[in-house]
């Protein structure tokens, strides 16, 4: 099958997010300048570069409570901060819980009944029991083609890691199954893990 996204792919679901898979997931916490927190997952996330360090994520809809955007943008306008949690299959349903289209006065830690932490770093909470918690302040805000694209750029200035995670002073990913998102419904588990030697090394 070959399909050109501009004429439509004629499935009963769109296989774009099938195909490109899996995605980590970020869990991005933020604050507005009027003080209510925000907490909600976005599978196009990732890390871009090393030194400094810097991640990206992008939201792709809108809601009629903040315009031409969702609550993590228009929170991260406001104030140039984020935090982004990484999430562990055990904490699954609680971050299937805080993707709703909830009211910007929703309090989604609250609704899902997530303990959260001050971040140390930036004016934000983050989730307080992830695995690991990056602190961001925010870079670039690129509008991509397509209506309600942005991608957000932030350089991490402040790195949480939870203790059991550490083994032998490394972040070990087998201590909390890290969650991935699939296309449509679906998501993956990271449950086996193998190591590569790169040629030169």
């Excluded at 609680?94 to 609704?111: C, I, K, Q």
């Excluded at 930036?122 to 083609?145: F, S, Y």
């Amino acid at each position: 099958m070959f399909y050109a996204p501009k004429d439509g792919h004629g499935l009963p679901h769109n296989p774009f997010n099938a195909i490109v898979t899996p995605r980590p997931i970020g869990w991005i916490s933020t604050r507005g300048a009027d003080g209510r927190d925000n907490l909600a997952p976005y599978s196009f996330f990732n890390a871009v570069a090393y030194v400094p360090p810097q991640v990206m994520f992008a939201s792709t809809s809108a809601k009629a409570d903040r315009g031409d955007t969702k609550d993590s943008v228009a929170n991260i306008r406001e104030t140039g901060v984020f935090c982004v949690n990484i999430v562990e299959y055990a904490a699954r349903d609680a971050m299937n819980a805080t993707s709703g289209p909830w009211p910007r006065d929703v309090d989604e830690f609250g609704h899902a009944g997530i303990a959260r932490d001050a971040c140390r770093m930036i004016d934000a909470a983050r989730v307080a029991h992830a695995p690991a918690a990056l602190e961001c302040r925010m870079t670039q805000i690129v509008t991509l083609a397509g209506e309600a694209n942005f991608l957000v750029l932030g350089e991490v200035v402040g790195v949480h890691m939870r203790d059991d995670c550490l083994v032998e002073g490394q972040f070990d990913i087998t201590r909390f199954r890290p969650l991935a998102r699939c296309g449509y419904r679906d998501y993956a588990v990271v449950d086996e893990v193998f190591s590569l030697k790169r040629p030169g090394e």
